[in-house]
């Protein structure tokens, strides 16, 4: 079952701009991840924040934990053509034998 | 290798026949993953292996199902007597160990006619 609901599902904005991406989540987590996936690609790895994290950076990336609420953000800023994309967000409950469960995704259109 | 590499990266077959997915995850990763993606179920996890062991298999949709990995590297995703229902990009990833960031190959584009 898809846990993570990302939010909005599409974006459209214009080149230098910033984008921002929300996730919701159901149950406890012990991290949550953001991908990127190009159009016939696999998806890319950009960021792990930890339960006991609440935001974390990584070159235009910021991304926050709000483990009350269940909820995150990724702000992704000065915005280029090239991060057209969809971005999921994937939890991690830890331990077990369970792999990522996925959002739907957010697809973000840069305009040149 | 570089990255996760899978094989082949697009498959058509009728319905009834038997297919076979590889994937060749990334040299030293332990922990190995396997999820499809579809339109209407978006990115599903199916199973992970460490090592060689697959703990827990209950994420793979039906018994035609089945996957293995030998010598802590190579897998293999095997689905019998195909339906259209199993048409979607299944995507291979691995990682150093468990709670790691995950590397993914590009993906099985699977058509079942």
């Known amino acids: 079952s898809q846990q993570g609901e990302e939010d909005p599902q599409a974006l459209s904005i214009q080149e230098g701009e910033n984008a921002t991406m929300n996730c919701s989540y159901k149950t406890s987590i012990n991290n949550l991840q953001w991908y990127r996936q190009n159009s016939g690609r696999g998806l890319v790895h950009l960021i792990l924040?930890?339960?006991?994290?609440r935001e974390k950076h990584s070159g235009r990336l910021r991304v926050t934990l709000d483990t009350s609420k269940k909820s995150s953000s990724l702000l992704i800023t000065a915005s280029r053509a090239a991060d057209t994309a969809s971005y999921f967000c994937a939890t991690d409950a830890g331990g077990g034998a369970d792999g990522l469960t996925f959002g739907k995704g957010t697809h973000l259109i840069i305009q040149p | 290798g570089a990255g996760v590499s899978q094989s082949p990266s697009n498959k058509v077959t009728e319905k009834g026949k038997d297919v076979e997915l590889r994937c060749d995850p990334i040299s030293g990763h332990t922990a190995l993953y396997w999820y499809r993606q579809s339109l209407g179920q978006g990115l599903e996890f199916l199973i992970y292996f460490q090592g060689n062991s697959a703990p827990d298999k209950s994420g793979l949709p039906s018994d035609r199902f089945s996957a293995e990995r030998t010598g802590g590297s190579v897998s293999t995703l095997t689905i019998q007597r195909t339906q259209q229902e199993d048409s979607a990009v299944y995507l291979c990833?691995?990682?150093?160990?468990?709670?790691?960031?995950?590397?993914f190959g590009d993906g099985t584009r699977l058509s079942i006619l």
């Open positions: 990833a691995s990682s150093l160990w468990r709670e790691q960031p995950q590397h």
């Open positions: 924040i930890r339960s006991n994290e």
